[in-house]
T-cell receptor, first 113, second 109 residues
Framework: NAGVTQTPKFQVLKTGQSMTLQCAQD?????MSWYRQDPGMGLRLIHY???????DQGEVPNGYNVSRSTTEDFPLRLLSAAPSQTSVYFC????????????FGEGSRLTVL | SQQGEEDPQALSIQEGENATMNCSYK?????LQWYRQNSGRGLVHLIL?????REKHSGRLRVTLDTSKKSSSLLITASRAADTASYFC?????????FGAGTQVVVTP
């Protein structure tokens, strides 16, 4: 059972570069979300989606874009990376709206120099 | 801004002892959840307690919820070395989950 799969696991970028973090789930979950985890800050919600074609902003959306063209995939795009975006990023999905049990990927560690 | 705040930030115990951590939150919730994160891994869901429930058990885990005090506690009984991890509470409200900063638990043999 794959669950939630994130790629890449590690990435180093230079300031100003762009990249996409991939997230895919095989559980047919309607709800998907992206969080970032920083030391002492817990997890903060970046963007979320309640179904294909529907996305919305979370707590810290600036500098990130998302789209949801299929139920399975929810990529997170950094348009112009900044050192403040150095973090560990987690994708999560749920069979209910965002208040149910979340299933997490293993994380993507991003360093922006 | 964080909804839930865990206390203590860190906890060190010996195998066989019980571990208790608390979570306080600020606004009304639909449910409260606890997650575990092993070092370098994703979060794993442990237990969900609804706002109309006061206590819930799952194996060696016991969760309580006091909505009048806006607080919850997670008790892990008879701790094992494998329980070494960070534990996060997450509060569900307005269609979203908000996480606290977590409690780091170290269980030594």
């Amino acid at each position: 059972n794959a669950g939630v799969t994130q790629t890449p696991k590690f990435q180093v970028l230079k300031t100003g570069q762009s990249m996409t973090l991939q997230c895919a789930q095989d559980m047919n979950h309607e709800y998907m979300s992206w969080y970032r985890q920083d030391p002492g800050m817990g997890l903060r919600l970046i963007h979320y989606s309640v179904g294909a074609g529907i996305t919305d902003q979370g707590e810290v959306p600036n500098g990130y874009n998302v789209s949801r063209s299929t139920t399975e995939d929810f990529p997170l795009r950094l348009l112009s990376a900044a050192p403040s975006q150095t973090s560990v990023y987690f994708c999560a999905s749920s069979y209910t709206q965002g208040t149910g049990e979340l299933f997490f990927g293993e994380g993507s560690r991003l360093t922006v120099l | 801004s964080q909804q839930g705040e865990e206390d203590p930030q860190a906890l060190s115990i010996q195998e066989g002892e019980n571990a208790t951590m608390n979570c306080s939150y600020k606004t009304s919730i639909n449910n409260l959840q606890w997650y575990r994160q092993n070092s370098g891994r994703g979060l794993v869901h442990l237990i969900l307690i609804r706002s109309n429930e006061r206590e819930k058990h799952s194996g060696r885990l016991r969760v309580t919820l006091d909505t009048s005090k806006k607080s919850s506690s997670l008790l892990i009984t008879a701790s094992r070395a494998a329980d070494t991890a960070s534990y996060f509470c997450a509060t569900a409200a307005l269609g979203k989950l908000q996480f606290g900063a977590g409690t780091q638990v170290v269980v030594t043999p």
